[in-house]
Nanobody
Framework: QVQLVESGGGLVQAGGSLRLSCAAS?????MGWYRQAPGKQRDLVAT???????TYADSVKGRFTISRDNAKNTVYLQMNSLKPEDTGVYYC?????????WGKGTLVTVSS
């Protein structure tokens, strides 16, 4: 059974930093982070492949960095210069054999 477990969320002031982690129970080539603000849809934040090709939403480019440790089946999201609009539940996503898997999410709250 594929499981994704996120950690690292919390409350931070605007301009601060947080690092999210997502530990997968198996090796997954294509992984990413999504976020869902209150009352809004879930949006893509960043993705990374096994070969460490990355993509980012325009709103986080230059502030967020996605990385991975393949030996640990873990993906990270380093978030710097956080803004109140970055507030939301951050979900880890993995695509394996054409099927999407999701973690339960971790809450990030950025105060102004």
């Amino acid at each position: 059974q594929v499981q994704l477990v996120e950690s690292g969320g919390g409350l931070v002031q605007a301009g601060g930093s947080l690092r999210l982690s997502c530990a997968a129970s198996v090796s997954i080539n294509f992984m990413g982070w999504y976020r869902q603000a209150p009352g809004k849809q879930r949006d893509l934040v960043a993705t990374i492949t096994n070969g460490e090709t990355t993509t980012y939403a325009d709103s986080v480019k230059g502030r967020f960095t996605i990385s991975r440790d393949n030996a640990k089946n873990t993906v990270y999201l380093q978030m710097n210069s956080l803004k109140p609009e970055d507030t939301g539940v951050y979900y880890c996503n993995g695509v394996l054999w054409g099927r999407n898997y999701w973690g339960k999410g971790t809450l990030v709250t950025v105060s102004s």
